[in-house]
């Protein structure tokens, strides 16, 4: 291969070694994540033992499974406010319908109505390109009344059986989990797969990372665009069977914070708020930040409220740390 | 010349409104060369280029391609007729690898039954035709896995180019590709040019840069005020001359004005 002396530009010569850091953007969470884990253990001699380790996973299904959805509309520079209250929906919607129609219909009645959410806050966002913040706040509050109405202002236990599969326990060694752990996995590696080896996947990142230049590579961005909503209405389905799992009961004021914690576990996790550029996986770590987080702050006793303050402190930091290697990087 | 026009344009029109962005435009590409178009601010040069890359379907008039008439309503119909386009600053996605924006829309899958259900992309295959059409244009870049926001400016648009040149089979479109460029990456992208002029896919070069047009440039048509005013040869004007063309300040020949060079 000839190379002319003009094309053959040094890349990295006076890139610093943090830059490379910043270039590998799932050492950053993984690193905070070892260096949690490494706190709490000296704290809690009660931390990492198998019990507990079992507890954190299982209490991370619900965000974790969301904070996929969520990752898949930041991906493309969105941000989806719903994708919370939407699973709750799925939840009442599951336990509600159970008991008269069986739980095969009420899975596909909880599937069809998550993805009509996911397809209303599409639709806006293309068809009449409204912003995702607007649109989803808009979505959270009618959906959160509408759940409150449809469930009379009341819980609905539900009966073990298909409703609560995913609570099944799986005992291996000290470890506890439960088949909604495997689902969190599987969520998790479809995702990845459908992201990294596929032309859609690409797209989502493309779409985000320069909706011009996409358009005008011939992607058909609108379509891209929508697929990604209705894709988190899916994932929100998932998250409302998970979350039957976990506490077989759907409560209409359940999951309160979960839809702050899904952007956080994002965020935190090292995906752009301003699209283009992160993966599930950082996701996934992100997931595991703030479930040791919650876990171990409530190990040593601090109380629910410092919780969410150190959380909320975690996106900040996280978002600002985004904006400085975003600077560096343009 | 009794050659048939690769790219052939005739009394295209386009108005917006009131304003009347195409005044009955005539435009001719031929083979194998490189066709500067230049023009002041405002002349509808890029209402032009537009029609002939299919961004904008004009009122009226007629576009061929090697004497036929054709069509176009989106760009993805003048791409499937192998015009491709290389826009100034929006023609590559910075966070993705150099093979992933080479082949963005137009990616390759597996063969067999992982790319045919689970989808999955060859991207092995795709690295290594990237690698290819980089150095069949003389770019020096190691690894088609690095992403663009690694490189250069001159880089990116040496990207951007080798796209347009991989997949543009008949008509290579630049619209003002120097324009966000320094002396020496520009000085890049015209070796780019030449390279693929040695091709021999015609070139359309929009651009406000006089050396540069006078340097690459077999034939400039000079667009005035909607449409044609000028088809001249660098070699019988000068600079200051096609200058005057363009803002109307000299008259051109008869046969400048028929566009008959």
């Given at each position: 291969m000839t190379v002319s002396p003009t094309m053959a530009a040094p890349i990295s010569k006076r890139k610093t070694d943090f830059s490379r850091v910043l270039h590998q953007p799932l050492l950053g969470p993984l690193a905070a994540l070892i260096l949690a884990v490494i706190i709490f253990s000296v704290l809690s001699s009660r931390f990492l033992t198998p019990f507990n380790v079992s507890l954190i996973l299982q209490q991370s299904i619900v965000v974790g499974i969301l904070a996929v959805g969520q990752t898949l509309i930041i991906l493309t520079a969105g941000i989806d406010l719903s994708i919370g209250a939407t699973a709750v929906l799925g939840t009442i919607m599951l336990a509600k319908t159970v008991g008269t129609s069986g739980p095969v219909v009420a899975l596909a009645a909880t599937l069809l109505i998550c993805m009509a959410v996911g397809a209303i806050n599409g639709a806006l966002v293309t068809a009449f390109k409204l912003p995702p913040f607007i649109v989803t706040l808009g979505t959270f509050t009618a959906v959160a009344a509408a759940t409150q109405l449809f469930a009379g202002s009341t819980t609905y236990p539900t009966q073990p059986g298909v409703l609560s599969f995913l609570g099944t326990p799986i005992r291996a060694g000290g470890f506890n989990i439960t088949v909604g752990v495997i689902a969190l996995i599987l969520v998790y590696a479809v995702t990845w797969y459908a992201l990294t080896q596929t032309a859609g996947g690409k797209h989502i990142y493309a779409v985000g990372g320069s909706p011009t230049a996409a358009r005008l590579a011939g992607i058909k961005t609108s379509r891209t665009l929508f697929s990604a909503y209705l894709l988190t209405g899916v994932i929100a389905a998932i998250a409302a069977w998970a979350a039957l799992g976990r506490i077989p009961t759907a409560d209409p004021n359940a999951f309160q914070t979960a839809n702050l914690d899904t952007i956080t576990a994002v965020v935190i996790g090292g995906t752009s708020l301003f699209g283009g550029?992160?993966?599930?996986?950082g996701t996934l770590i992100g997931t595991l930040i703030v479930g040791v987080l919650r876990n171990g702050l409530?190990?040593?006793?601090?109380d629910n409220l410092y919780q969410n303050i150190a959380t909320g402190v975690l996106v900040i930091v996280a978002v600002a740390f985004d904006q400085f290697a975003r600077r560096r990087t343009s | 010349m009794t050659q048939t026009p690769v790219l052939q344009a005739r009394n295209l029109v386009k108005r917006y409104g009131s304003v009347t962005?195409?005044?009955?435009?005539?435009?001719?590409l031929r083979a194998g060369e490189i066709l500067a178009v230049i023009g002041d601010n405002g002349a509808g040069k890029s209402s032009l280029i537009k029609a002939l890359s299919g961004a904008v379907v004009p009122d009226s008039g007629e576009i061929f391609m090697d004497g036929q008439p054709v069509r176009f309503r989106t760009t993805l119909d003048a791409r499937h007729h192998g015009i491709e386009t290389v826009y100034q600053d929006l023609a590559v996605i910075p966070a993705l690898d150099i093979a992933s924006n080479v082949y963005l829309g137009r990616e390759i899958r597996?063969?067999?039954?992982?790319?045919s259900v689970l989808r999955q992309l060859d991207k092995a295959a795709m690295r290594d035709e990237s690698m290819k059409h980089l150095a069949d244009l003389k770019i020096g870049i190691r690894s088609a896995i690095?992403?663009?926001e690694t490189l250069s400016g001159g880089q990116r648009q040496g990207v951007a180019v080798v796209r347009a040149a991989a997949f543009g089979k008949r008509v290579i479109i630049m619209d003002e590709p120097t324009a966000a460029l320094g002396v020496k990456e520009s000085g890049m992208v015209m070796d780019l040019i030449r390279e693929i002029?040695?091709?021999?896919l015609p070139v359309i070069l929009i651009s406000h840069d006089m050396p540069h047009v006078f340097e690459v440039a077999d034939r400039i048509h000079v667009h005035r005020l909607g449409r044609r005013a000028a088809v001249v040869r660098p070699q019988d004007r000068s600079m200051s001359e096609v200058?005057?063309?363009m803002t109307g300040a000299a008259e051109p020949t008869e046969e400048e004005r028929a566009g008959a060079l």
């Open positions: 550029r992160g993966s599930v996986l409530t190990l040593i006793g601090v | 962005a195409i005044n009955g435009a005539d435009f001719e597996k063969k067999g039954f992982v790319g690095q992403s663009v002029k040695g091709r021999g200058v005057a063309l």
